[in-house]
């Protein structure tokens, strides 16, 4: 798909085997791994994404199942560990990952008006060595037994803390099969990001002056330069875990003077900048979403981006606010104290522009706008609890407790899933030329929002009394038994919510509505050409003079140019 | 690949610079942590031998590493004036300088692996050493395959007229290999021998 | 609770002249703070018991009985407040936009609502707002985190040196010569008289670990080739439970530490009979115990003071039948238990470090004996 050597004439040359049909599996197959098309790497990234997802989520269940009585002995304590392990490691890199770059991928030249990706073949690299990454990781339950009760799937966190993942305590190849699929997946992350940013610079269509692009590029604009800013210190970390297990590197062998405290400085400079790349692809979703459903253009678009660079570049120096039980002088833990209470303005005046562009629109609940209205409440929960863990002498009773894991997953799940459920909805009409169905939408909305709540608020009360993180089994009579039951109950909504979310990706492909070219009324250029586009995405490469091409082509006695 | 322009008045920046922009700063965030690595353990090791009793300021290789940087300059000018027999000079020089910068560390090596008993494995600066500057050799390796390449193919005349830029993004990458040497040769064999 | 208490830890009796906002502030707030967690948290009531005092299993950080957990539970309260606060405003805003601005029917359709692209005053109030809040929350901060990190100890404040283990905590009282392991004793401090702090070292044998005991002080990670410090000052006394709070590998969630805080005389107490070195059994089944004991591989690990018991990668059992529980915490410390444990101690704790010693019944009995006798 060389956008150089595009003819409209082309025509896809006839069979030539059997088998060969179009829409045979063979050649779904065959099309999936030679493909270089943008689209369908995006589509790709965002179908693996969510089958590691529905993976992670059944791990996730399990461990809720063992947690909802005291003495539980529905796993063993050594399973556990190798669940939380394997289901965050997962959520972050084989779900949370893929899922926003198959959404960069796939909109990303549509916005800007291009034919692709820059660099089309190595986009589908990318694409192939994140899949890989993740049948490698998750290759472990088969292929590291190790020694005699040592082996199987990794099961040290998925922050990995040395020195237990030192040869001494992590006997096996466990580990080393997370430090090679995290290795893996890295460089994926990066070639995708390099791509993303030399698309989004290098690929505008006339007119799309950077202060034109959508807030939905910009945002992942960001994202790809903190990618490529963050994911290095992580294979730095990885790479000299894998010098210490197999060479006898000292990096951090506290016996030899190495230092347990190094791998928590490298991995957390990678691992806070992280959190921002997987929840701004959320805030990129909702500033698509939140206007056209408010029928308003984004309030004030300048701050929009301004906060979204400022975040990001706070967030590469706040990464020992993970690290405030650790031992660090007053001064440091200070520093980083304030540093972190820094990210809560600009994400405080997001949050209020979101709101001042809902002011005096007039909202249609669709199921996008849903999602964001839910993604609004539940990441202003977020933010509020990222406050308390910021004040660094109340962190020191939240850390690793419950308290934690709560605060989290309202990031994760009540922001992140919330917006790219939102996202899904929005764009499946584009992507597939079907309209989602609302009714099975709504039951998905209502069930998992309830059922998300009902898991993840009690978490906090747990955490307030003590309850640690990562622990298999408790006592009965601390206080926690009530609360992890009801959290525990919650799974069973959330899995009724997903349940409904994936017929209905089935149901509405089928027997969907036809969508039309853009049944949202929408005003961002991917909405210009056909559902599903073409291979070559625009016939003519189209020219914009504003922020809301769209609406300048249905409002030519009010365009948006004349304002800007 | 040409930026999908309608018109002459609407310019974009290059694919290849852009990207091979972004490929240094990731590489630059990559050498920073082991950098750090190395000044955090500075002067830490349990057991010797310590830098100051076996780094040799390696003044020679230096010298041409550094000189590459110019003669790769040189051997663009002459291919920019259409002097395809300069270019070919100038550009194997680039590559002699640059095997003889990795012959020099590999004999480095050798020396401190056999005479002087420090490897990975012997405490911290040896651990912090060979992978940071293991890490700068690997590059220059990298790089002097891509050199290598690309005279090879010019000598066959494989290389099209239109593809300056793309040797330019090579020259890039060497200048960064440079740099990344001052850096280093900075921190291992000025700073770390002068702490014990 | 009063604010007027004498501390070692701020250079005397708290007489200082200046109003002090954050304090105004922080007791205003605390009162109907605690109002509100104490219906949120709805904790049962500590349960009385006879050898370890007040039992306290629910370790809510919300009822500090300690300083430095009170001085955080003080800035916990104001931040909780302030959140609360926001939470509430934004909210209103959020379900007030969605309300008064939802789509109201077909007519809506028909045309756009005006087109508004921004503000500048409007977007420099909301910036000035949360600029105005973190700087509140940035000068409590680092006050607090000062006051409790940089706390001067008397010198004669009591010392303990924790070490941990995977799966256990080693305790040491260095300035009193006693080892023990998983349980900490400690006096109770006062506000009125000479305040008895406790400093506590933490470091530890193999990965990282953390010490954390809610109602008494935050966690302090307890990291290898690293030597960490806190402390601790409860005014009350009973039996307090903490959690390792650093995942350390297989049985991290029966590494479980108890804090026993004492009036000071039972403290004394304790103390003496720690020291007192333990006896050697000449009779019955606890001799023969005494005997299969030292025959066996059991002093390879574990230590009893005065004997060849010299083994350091196991808890020491010198005054074993002192503590509540066995195996950190795993299993409360009755005869049936201790004989399991010796028995297998992997029926109890899969994966920990011991293992099945593959002793035959007439060893457990004996061993179980013996090691019933020290006390």
């Known amino acids: 798909m060389n956008p150089d050597t595009f003819d409209p004439n082309f025509k896809i040359p006839a069979p030539e085997r059997i088998g060969d049909e179009r829409g045979s599996l063979t050649r779904l197959v065959q099309e999936m791994v030679f493909t270089v098309d943008h689209k369908r790497l995006g589509l790709m990234y965002i179908g693996s994404g969510l089958l590691f997802f529905v993976i992670a989520g059944i791990m996730a269940a399990m461990i809720r199942i063992q947690l909802a009585v005291p003495r539980n002995d529905f796993l063993e304590p050594d399973v556990f560990n190798r669940l939380f392990t394997m289901h965050g490691t997962a959520m972050v890199f ?70 237990l993942t030192a040869k001494a305590f992590s006997r096996g190849h466990s580990t080393d099969y ?15 990001s390099i791509n993303i940013i030399v698309t989004t610079l290098c690929l505008r269509c006339k007119g799309m002056i950077l202060g034109r692009m959508p807030l939905f590029v910009w945002l992942f604009l960001v994202v790809a330069f903190l990618v490529i800013i963050a994911i290095p210190p992580l ?60 029928r308003k253009p984004i309030f004030g678009y300048p701050v929009m981006v301004a906060a979204s660079v400022m975040i990001a570049f706070i967030s590469l120096g706040v990464w020992a606010h993970h690290m405030f039980s650790v031992g660090m002088t007053s001064i440091g833990n200070t520093f980083f104290a304030i540093s972190t209470l820094l990210v809560a303005i600009p994400t405080g005046i997001k949050i209020f522009n979101w709101i001042g562009t809902m002011y005096g629109g007039k909202l249609r609940f669709e199921l996008p706008m849903l999602f964001c209205i839910g993604f609004l409440f539940q990441f202003l929960i977020a933010g509020l609890t990222g406050v308390m863990l910021a004040i660094a002498p109340f962190d020191w009773q939240l850390t690793d407790s ?15 899933l919330f917006t790219i459920f939102a996202g899904i909805y929005y764009w499946y009409p584009k992507a597939l030329g079907k309209m989602p169905d609302f009714r099975l939408g709504l039951c998905h909305f209502i069930l998992f929002t309830v059922g998300f709540h009902i898991t993840f608020f009690p978490q906090h009360i747990a955490g307030f009394l003590g309850m640690p993180r990562r622990i298999y089994t408790y006592d009965t009579g601390r206080g926690w038994d009530a609360w992890n039951l009801i959290s525990t109950i919650g799974v069973i909504f959330q899995a009724a919510g997903i349940l409904f979310f994936v017929v209905n990706l089935i149901y509405s492909y089928i027997w969907g509505k036809k969508a039309g070219d853009d049944p949202w009324d929408a005003w961002s250029l991917e909405w210009s050409t056909t559902s599903p586009p073409p291979a070559y995405n625009f016939e003519t490469i189209p020219e914009v003079r504003s922020r809301r091409p769209l609406w300048d082509l249905k409002h030519p006695d009010d365009p948006d140019w004349k304002y800007e | 690949m040409s930026t999908a322009a309608p018109s002459t008045d609407w310019k974009l920046p290059s694919t290849r610079k852009v990207a091979v922009i972004s490929l240094i700063l990731t590489e630059s965030a990559l050498f920073t942590i082991f950098l750090v690595a190395y000044l955090f353990y500075m002067g830490k090791s349990l057991n010797p031998p310590y830098p100051a009793q076996v780094l040799e300021f390696p003044l020679l290789a230096t010298i041409a590493l550094l000189s590459s940087s110019i003669t790769i300059v040189l051997s663009e000018r002459a291919l920019h004036a259409g002097k395809k027999g300069a270019f070919h ?108 | 609770m009063s604010r007027k208490k004498i501390s070692p830890l701020s250079g005397g009796s708290d007489t200082r002249g200046e109003v002090d906002i954050f304090r105004v502030i922080a007791g205003a707030v605390r009162k109907g703070g605690s109002l509100v967690l104490a219906w949120v948290l709805a904790a049962p009531a500590p349960a009385q018991s006879t050898d370890g005092g007040i039992m306290r299993p629910v370790a809510d950080m919300f009822q500090p009985l300690s300083r430095p957990a009170e001085m955080i539970h003080e800035s916990a309260v104001l931040v909780l407040m302030i959140t609360a606060a926001i939470f509430v405003v934004v909210t209103a805003m959020l379900v007030f936009v969605v309300w008064k601005f939802r789509r109201k029917g077909p007519e809506d359709d028909m045309e756009e609502p005006p087109q508004i692209y921004g503000s500048t005053h409007i977007e420099l109030a909301w910036t000035v707002i949360p600029i105005l809040i973190t700087f509140v929350l940035i ?97 009350a006394t009973g039996t307090f439970f903490g959690n390792c709070a650093e995942y350390c590998g297989t049985q991290h969630a029966n590494m479980l530490l108890r804090v026993i805080v004492e009036e000071p005389a039972d403290f004394d107490k304790w103390v003496a009979n720690m020291k007192r070195a333990p006896g050697v059994p000449t009779e019955g089944m606890a001799a023969q115990g005494h005997r299969d004991f030292y025959g066996n591989s059991c002093v390879s690990c574990h230590r009893v003071d005065g004997t060849v018991a010299e083994g350091v990668f196991g808890p020491d059992l010198t005054k074993l039948m002192t503590r509540q529980t066995i195996g950190a915490g795993v299993a409360p410390l009755t005869p049936e238990n201790l004989r399991t444990w010796v028995r297998d101690p992997q029926s109890l704790k899969t994966g920990c470090l011991m293992p099945d010693m593959k002793l035959l019944d007439s060893e457990v009995d004996s061993i179980t004996a013996y090691l019933l006798t020290l006390k």
């Open chain 1, 94 to 163: 084989l779900v949370g990952m893929p899922i926003i770059f198959g959404f960069a991928n796939y909109l990303v030249p549509l916005m800007i008006g291009a034919r692709d990706m820059a660099f089309p073949r190595l986009n589908a690299f990318g694409f192939w060595v994140f899949f890989f990454s993740g049948l490698l990781l998750y290759f472990s339950y088969l292929g590291a037994p190790g020694l005699y009760a040592a082996g199987s799937a990794p099961d040290v966190g998925w922050f990995a803390y040395s020195p």
């Open chain 1, 178 to 192: 997370w430090t090679l699929s995290l290795l893996m997946g890295g460089i994926g992350s990066l070639v995708t």
């Open chain 1, 235 to 294: 294979s730095a970390c990885q790479i000299m875990l894998i010098l210490d297990r197999y060479f006898g590197a000292k990096f951090f062998d506290t016996q030899a003077g190495g230092s347990a405290v190094l791998w928590q400085h490298f991995f957390w400079i990678f691992g806070h900048p992280e959190v921002y790349i997987l929840i701004l692809p959320g805030f990129a979703i909702a500033s698509e979403v939140i206007p056209v459903f408010s």
């Open chain 1, 402 to 416: 419950y308290f934690v894991v709560a605060h989290f997953h309202y990031v994760l799940i009540g922001g992140l």
């Open chain 2, 89 to 196: 000079l100038w550009w194997a020089i680039t590559i002699a300088l640059g095997a003889y910068f990795l012959w020099f560390t590999a004999m480095e090596w050798k020396h401190l692996i056999f005479e002087k008993d420090l490897t990975l494995a012997t405490n911290v600066f040896g651990t912090t050493f060979f992978s940071l500057v293991g890490l700068h050799a690997s590059h220059v390796i990298i790089g002097l395959f891509l050199l290598t390449l690309v005279l090879v193919l010019s000598l066959l005349g494989k290389v099209p007229a239109d593809h300056t830029e793309h040797l330019e993004m090579i020259s890039w990458y060497w200048h960064f290999v440079d740099v990344i040497w001052i850096v280093v040769v900075t921190v291992v064999y000025i700073i770390s021998t002068r702490i014990t």
């Open chain 3, 139 to 235: 000068l409590v901060t680092s006050r607090t985190i000062g006051e409790i990190q940089n706390a001067k100890m008397p010198e004669d404040a009591l010392k303990i040196r924790l070490v941990g283990h995977q799966w256990w905590w080693e305790v040491h009282y260095p300035d009193l010569g006693i080892i023990t392991a998983n349980e900490i004793h400690v006096p109770v401090s006062t506000r009125t008289g000479k305040p008895r702090p406790t400093e506590i070292i933490l470091e530890s044998a193999d990965v990282i670990h953390s010490f954390w005991v809610p109602q008494l002080a935050g966690k302090t990670d307890m990291v290898p080739n690293k030597r960490n410090r806190t402390w601790i000052e409860p005014f």
